[in-house]
T-cell receptor
Framework: GESVGLHLPTLSVQEGDNSIINCAYS??????FIWYKQESGKGPQFIID?????DKRQGQRVTVLLNKTVKHLSLQIAATQPGDSAVYFC???????????FGQGTRLTINP | KAGVTQTPRYLIKTRGQQVTLSCSPI?????VSWYQQTPGQGLQFLFE???????NKGNFPGRFSGRQFSNSRSEMNVSTLELGDSALYLC??????????????FGQGTRLTVV
């Protein structure tokens, strides 16, 4: 969804647990979605993408799920590690506006 | 393969001055997009260049401009700087226009502080 200046949501998980980060997107016509990870002082890092003709895609320790019915995207991180601490953004390809639109981000904190 | 390179990493400017930021995309990528990132507004799209032409523009004043060279390197310029322009400016490179649904890779950003 569009960034609208809201308070950044946070998620705290125990090291070793699985993390699930959610994102609601705005445009039912969007056909491509990306998850990014942004560590402090760095640019967003591409994690995984998914096209609208799929509902699940897996990478190394990460899985993205897409529910087009409710316009919902989630990122699952298995066996969360301290290095996973970051802000995670979802982005949708807004075909009408011809650009990527970013969600507000979720800050993931890992508890030892 | 080198990633997206942005220079400089940090800048401090005075109100009223102008600034030019540079972005070198991944080799072979022809599209460069620019974003402004602030704590309050998140990632906001500025503009996208492809084959030396601006293809899309976000909702920013005319003080924000850019260009792209034949080697796909891009620059953005902000004139008459205001305090509110303080932000992290990010560029992203992709093979084709981002609107076509393609991977976009970001640089480290340029942290601009206006005093």
């Amino acid at each position: 969804g569009e960034s609208v200046g809201l308070h950044l949501p946070t998620l705290s998980v125990q090291e070793g647990d699985n993390s699930i980060i959610n994102c609601a997107y705005s445009n039912s016509a969007s056909d491509y979605f990306i998850w990014y990870k942004q560590e402090s002082g760095k640019g967003p890092q591409f994690i995984i993408d998914i096209r609208s003709n799929m509902d699940k895609r897996q990478g190394q320790r990460v899985t993205v799920l897409l529910n087009k019915t409710v316009k919902h995207l989630s990122l699952q991180i298995a066996a969360t590690q301290p290095g996973d601490s970051a802000v995670y953004f979802c982005a949708e390809n807004d075909k009408g506006a011809q650009k990527l639109v970013f969600g507000q981000g979720t800050r993931l904190t890992i508890n030892p | 393969k080198a990633g997206v390179t942005q220079t400089p990493r940090y800048l401090i400017k005075t109100r009223g001055q102008q600034v030019t930021l540079s972005c070198s995309p991944i080799s072979g990528h022809r599209s460069v997009s620019w974003y402004q990132q602030t704590p309050g507004q998140g990632l906001q799209f500025l503009f996208e260049y492809f084959s030396e032409t601006q293809r899309n523009k976000g909702n920013f004043p005319g003080r924000f401009s850019g260009r792209q060279f034949s080697n796909s390197r891009s620059e953005m310029n902000v004139s008459t700087l205001e305090l509110g322009d303080s932000a992290l400016y990010l560029c992203a490179s992709s093979l084709v226009l981002t609107g076509m649904g393609t991977e976009a890779f970001f640089g480290q950003g340029t942290r601009l502080t206006v005093v």
